[in-house]
């Protein structure tokens, strides 16, 4: 982004590269942007709760959050000061308990004890400026009297907006307020060279917005990534209208009548009307080429995947082969696939392991798919059992050792089964897609029939 963003204590869907965790000491001098949310939920507290009634931080954490409270508070002040614009997100209300480090002693022997000092903090400690909040929740926003400034993210986020905490001073410059009583929700404090933006709480549901790979690793689906893009150019909008107009008055909207256009004004938003649909125009473009990127690489996998994309990548790699191929599932029994062509049937497996060289299981339970596979009553004679395996997978090609343990080809030799290293699938796969060599090919389906209790040499040629 044209923009330097750094979000603390808030990720934002496919934005994970812009999060700093609330006890770190970043510095936020490196950004033009800063999104800060209040919480403690990075800091672990006791089971039991203090004498306040409050949760209680640890010793070690107590420690942390007081040194983060100062730390963000530090930050957020150099920061405006340096002319950024910081994001304060008005969350839900947090107080807990927190041990100072003081202690005092009464008694002495064994009859001494030792008083832990406590002192509480709430989560707007961590602003750098006195405001005069109420704790009050609610969901039903309206428009301010200076909503203009943030149109763009109202239009998209609306839905996902509600209120945990509002302000009384009506001074201030208004953009939401709540529908009865005009209580500020969300407001615009210019300091010194910079801006404190307050918006108010934004919901959305983390699992509507993940997927999870084979590792059961989260990572965030095509609907997160979408909703994160609209939020920060929402939030670089804002910035950029703060940084343009200084304290220019945004022009209302009866300015805007036709009576009062400008012949200039009209011709420039023509302009800006076609380059906006060129450019959307072009991004559609764009986002056809990406799907088809990806359409189209899918034979990379073969170099660093696992799991069913590893599978994926190994029938699309059968398939310009020229094997016919289809996985096998009919509720008793599972193959990871069965293909076929004119030199015979095959049954592969496929794995791929992070750090390690392919084991005697996966042979084991190729073993174990081709005895299910020949008791069928329609299948006259055994496949041909082929192991395919991506052995650290995440290392250079050059940089790897053994694709297969001793044990796992010591049982290929007993069976016959072919032992294919997907890297070496996908150099042959690569030179057959550009040189449309159908003899290659063919060559490249023999050796894997002949190859008996071994590992497959693709031919160069």
């Excluded at 405006?80 to 009464?106: A, D, M, N, P, R």
């Excluded at 969300?186 to 108010?200: F, M, Q």
């Excluded at 008791?375 to 940089?399: H, S, T």
């Amino acid at each position: 982004m044209a923009n330097n963003i750094i979000t603390v204590g808030f990720e934002v869907p496919g934005n994970s590269n812009n999060y700093v965790r609330l006890p770190s000491k970043k510095s936020l001098l490196d950004a033009d942007i800063v999104i800060f949310r209040p919480n403690f939920s990075e800091f672990s507290t006791t089971y039991e709760k203090a004498d306040s009634g409050l949760p209680q931080v640890t010793k070690e954490d107590s420690r942390k959050l007081i040194e983060s409270i100062t730390h963000w508070k530090e930050e957020i002040i150099n920061a405006i000061k340096h002319g950024k614009t910081v994001f304060y997100i008005l969350q839900k209300y947090e107080k807990c308990s927190v041990y100072t480090g003081q202690t005092t002693h009464s008694g002495t022997g064994r009859s001494l004890k030792t008083i832990n000092y406590v002192s509480e903090v709430d989560n707007y400690s961590y602003l750098p400026i006195k405001l005069t909040l109420h704790h009050s929740e609610g969901s039903i926003i309206k428009k301010g009297k200076d909503f203009n400034l943030i149109s763009e993210f109202w239009n998209f986020f609306k839905d996902n907006l509600s209120y945990s905490m509002y302000l009384e001073n009506s001074k201030v410059k208004q953009l939401l307020i709540t529908k009865t009583g005009n209580k500020v929700v969300s407001a615009i404090y210019p300091l010194e060279e910079g801006h404190l933006i307050l918006l108010p709480k934004i919901d959305y549901d983390s699992e509507e917005f993940t997927d999870e790979n084979e590792d059961g690793e989260a990572y965030w689906n095509a609907e997160g990534v979408d909703f994160g893009k609209k939020f920060m150019n929402s939030i670089i909008n804002i910035h950029k209208q703060i940084k343009e107009s200084g304290d220019r008055t945004p022009a209302p909207k009866w300015a805007n009548e036709n009576q009062f256009l400008l012949k200039v004004e009209e011709t420039i938003k023509n302009k800006l009307k076609n380059h906006k649909e060129s450019i959307k125009k072009l991004q559609n473009e764009i986002d056809e080429l990406d799907k088809q990127l990806v359409k189209d690489t899918v034979i990379k996998g073969l170099l660093y995947e696992t799991g069913k994309p590893l599978e994926k990548a190994i029938i699309e790699a059968l398939k310009i082969l020229r094997f016919k191929v289809e996985t096998f599932d009919d509720g008793d029994s599972e193959f990871d696939s069965v293909f076929t062509s004119q030199e015979g049937r095959f049954l592969g497996e496929a794995e791929g392991k992070d750090n390690k060289a392919i084991n005697i299981d996966k042979h084991s339970q190729l073993e174990r798919n081709l005895s299910e596979d020949f008791n069928k009553n329609d299948i006259e004679e055994y496949a041909k059992g082929v192991l395919f395996g991506n052995a650290e997978r995440l290392k250079p090609i050059k940089q790897r050792g053994d694709f297969f343990t001793k044990k796992c080809l010591t049982a290929s030799k007993r069976i016959n089964t072919a032992l294919v290293r997907t890297p070496d699938l996908f150099v042959v796969t690569k030179k057959i897609l550009e040189t449309k060599d159908e003899d290659f090919a063919k060559k490249c389906r023999l050796v894997i029939l002949n190859t008996k209790g071994d590992i497959v040499n693709f031919p160069s040629e």
